[in-house]
T-cell receptor, first 110, second 116 residues
């Protein structure tokens, strides 16, 4: 089967940098996406890596290495408003099913 | 505001009942996705429709069905409800096209279903 593994929780300090990892077991997929979800809110799209390497969007960066079956989301200059859950997701390239990881809850300390 | 609307916001019903959740995608988006999110669970992909046709199917139960209408709004029907069906149900839309393997999804605010 296909699965995405993420740490359930990560804690970091305001102003610091944090990396949220996503490892996967899937035979083929189009690319790795990341979504943010605040408590009581809907997921919002953060980034997408179709190719290996680093994608940067402001304070957020995302990385993919298909050879290592691994990706990560990097958040810099952490702000209290970044406290949320972060999900990685892929679309299977055989049947177009979408698979989300169970999410990483990010706690930010002042 | 993502531009995706879902109704109702909350739904409380009893086991064995049937409910319909409704979703209107962003203007111009042809693709609609349905997800289930239970407590402490990630997002479980249920089904995707593209321009009225079923495009991809996840682990959707046989008791659940969906459709996308000519005006592109979509409905998710849940029948013979069980306690375990209590969850947040999200609809998302995207400008998915057959030639692009991926498009950013825009999520609606969700419908919280409680089965008593």
């Amino acid at each position: 089967g296909q699965s995405l593994e993420q740490p359930s929780e990560v804690t970091a300090v305001e102003g610091a940098i944090v990396q949220i990892n996503c490892t996967y077991q899937t035979s083929g997929f189009y690319g790795l996406s990341w979504y943010q979800q605040h408590d009581g809110g809907a997921p919002t799209f953060l980034s997408y890596n179709g190719l290996d390497g680093l994608e940067e969007t402001g304070r957020f960066s995302s990385f993919l290495s298909r050879s290592d079956s691994y990706g990560y989301l990097l958040l810099q200059e952490l702000q209290m408003k970044d406290s949320a859950s972060y999900f990685c997701a892929v679309r299977d390239n055989r049947d177009d099913k979408i698979i989300f990881g169970k999410g990483t809850r990010l706690h930010i300390l002042p | 505001d993502s531009g995706v609307t879902q109704t109702p916001k909350h739904l409380i019903t009893a086991t064995g009942q049937r409910v319909t959740l409704r979703c209107s995608p962003r203007s111009g988006d042809l693709s609609v996705y349905w997800y289930q999110q239970s407590l402490d669970q990630g997002l479980q992909f249920l089904i995707q429709y593209y321009n009225g046709e079923e495009r991809a199917k996840g682990n959707i139960l046989e008791r659940f069905s969906a459709q996308q209408f000519p005006d592109l709004h979509s409905e998710l029907n849940l029948s013979s409800l069980e306690l375990g069906d209590s969850a947040l149900y999200f609809c998302a839309s995207s400008a998915f096209s057959q030639s692009l393997p991926y498009n950013e999804q825009f999520f609606g605010p969700g419908t919280r279903l409680t089965v008593l």
